[in-house]
């Protein structure tokens, strides 16, 4: 048992598998669903095969074919990665069940829907285990088309105009990242990361390529102001669509830029604290712009606008322990995964149910669907970081780390964000738990939609309680 | 200057020229198209930067030729993606730009 464990190398099996599950749909449309459901169960396998396996031997490399570098692919995991995994796991399995009963009225959107999903999780495995600068451009590429293409499948006008600027804003992310590549490789002859954490110095020849892919990852993560494209996208997306948007994809892109910090470490105060502003500026613009939504899924879509600013806090805290301020926004990034994938599930619930979502219109939701209605709660909870949930946790990590260096502001700016998402969370609540005029038609919504919104948000409070094995992982990887 | 450093320049140029289109262009081919200079800019740079010292370098062309596969791929999307749009909403442009040349068109 141990030596599966060990031995098996994971990493194969984490590509391999969601791509043959793709290709075998594809070719399959009258079977797609149940290949696509036992290929997410098999990924979802495979990747804790893989965390177990980081846990036990540290971190695991794979060379694609027995080729070596540069001609060849190297793949690799540490706890970083792992920990990305695992959260993409989660969030994958738990999108893939309930799509099959969410796109089973729409037999003709199923069939495009698991190959587009498991060609996602594809590329954010592979991005997750990417060792070179190149074969990151490759699956965030990946990643941005299959994640276009699954917004388009809505099929509706919104829908349409959202993914065309989903589609260019992620290109134009994306050859700025390239534009990066080429200048690295020119001045240091390699693309591997950890050859050129050692041949980089300071200067100009990092500076330049760093900062186009910095902008094109910041682009594409829609940190504010970049993040004009988020909310139409994900807001007009079908509802396990928005899910794996806002839970994954966006984090994919924040972890490249995660790891091109730790590479090349770069002495940039001026850009760490510009990149905290950013963040705080999109803390409360996201939070004030979801106040004021009145659909339900542009409200979660702001929502995360906010949030993600959040990651960005860990920049201009990277003077003191970096345990506390990367590993804060680390945890963020997951129980945010965890929290969003369930809200956004559970705002598909709720619209399936009352056929429309405008907020205001929400007319007792409650009597009918409370196992949705307390998902949506504890992602709340989580995302407005009470204890003990995934979100206290990285929050109080940030805060810790703002205390230690006497940086009062930023401790602020964690502390009233989390009252304004609060504030949009209740405003959510409050109208499903009171009558509205409006008319409506009920729908039945399968039980099993609103289970899996309800362990998903289960997941993102459990996360604070399994902090002191998760965290460690992370040693080792920090700058 | 040497010829590496021209075909870098020259990169850089098609970049931006591409930029500006995909700015300010607002019909859509136009945007796609301008994406497609802008990733032929960077191809410039990844061959023709780093050429003529020791001969050739292969590790820039198998990267070339991967991202001609990405970027046909990237194209033949959002041609899609614009058919669909015109057919659905009879403009081939975003709503916002076409907001904004409606703006300037009152301006002026």
Known sequence: MTALVTETPWIVWTIALPLAGALASFMLPRRSVAIGLAAAFATAAAAAGLVAQVVARGAVAHRIGGWDAPLG???GADGLSALML?????VGLGVSIYARSYLAPTPEKARAFWPLLLLLWTALNGLFQSQDIFNLYVTLELLGLSAVALVALAGTGPALIGAMRYLLVSLFGSLSFLVGVALLYHTYGTLDLSLLAERSADGLPVAVPLSAMIAGMLLKTGLF?????LPPAHGSARAPVSALLS???VKASFYVLLRLWFTFQP??????VLLGVLGAIAIFWGS????????LKLLVAYSTVAQ????????PLAGGDPALNWGGSVYLALSHALAKGAMFLAAGGIMMEEGHDDIDGLDRVVDRMPLTLAAFALAGISLAGLPPSGGFVGKWMLLQSAMEQGLWYWALVII???VLTAAYVFRVLGSAFTESAQEHEEHAVPRVMELTALTLALAAVALGFVAPWALPLLDGVLP | MSGGLLFALGGIALFAIGISALVLRPHLLRKILALNVMASGVFLILVGGGSGVQGVDPVPQAMVITGIVVSVSATALGLALVLRIARMTGHASLPEDRNRAAAEAKAE
Do not use: K, N, S
């Open chain 1, 73 to 75: 692919i190297a793949l």
């Open chain 1, 86 to 90: 695992a959260m993409a796991a989660v």
């Open chain 1, 225 to 229: 102001p970049f993040h004009v494209w």
């Open chain 1, 247 to 249: 839970a994954l994809v």
């Open chain 1, 267 to 272: 002495e940039a105060p001026g850009v760490a």
């Open chain 1, 288 to 295: 004030l712009q979801a106040l004021r939504q009145r659909r």
């Open chain 1, 308 to 315: 993600l600013g959040y990651l960005f806090l860990a920049f």
């Open chain 1, 416 to 418: 009233v964000g989390g």
